[in-house]
């Protein structure tokens, strides 16, 4: 019933940027946060940036100032804004989104997730 379908990534120089798009479809629920999760081949899986009412947005020490998240409520999309990009950032990156059925009930799902690669 919820589907997210990621899309943006790719290849990238370091020092240059790239724009993740991640849109949520369908219907019965309510959308409380969003994040973005990223794992490197070898490495766990850790937040890059979360986004929840009010806009109150969180970020990793690792991307703060670099990375922003935002999102477009009318359009159920959120989005990550890389910029100066490091060797470091590579990894898949998957979208999160937390909220509530209509009846009540809380859930979580993921993206299917979208390779960056930073790379002379």
């Known amino acids: 019933q919820v589907q997210l379908v990621e899309s943006g990534g790719g290849l990238v120089q370091p020092g240059g940027s790239l724009k993740l798009s991640c849109a949520v479809s369908?219907?019965?629920?309510?959308?409380?946060?969003m994040a973005w999760y990223r794992q490197a081949p070898g490495k766990q899986r850790e937040l890059v940036a979360a986004?929840?009412?009010?806009?109150?947005?969180n970020y990793a020490d690792s991307v703060k100032g670099r990375f922003t998240i935002s999102r477009d409520n009318a359009k159920n999309t959120v989005y990550l804004e890389m910029n100066s990009l490091k060797p470091e950032d590579t990894a898949v990156y998957y979208c999160?989104?937390?909220?509530?059925?209509?009846?009540?009930?809380?859930?979580?799902?993921w993206g299917q997730g979208t390779q960056v690669t930073v790379s002379s």
């Open positions: 369908g219907s019965g629920f309510s959308i409380n946060a």
């Open positions: 999160n989104t937390a909220g509530r059925t209509t009846w009540g009930k809380y859930f979580t799902y």
């Open positions: 986004i929840a009412s009010g806009d109150i947005r």
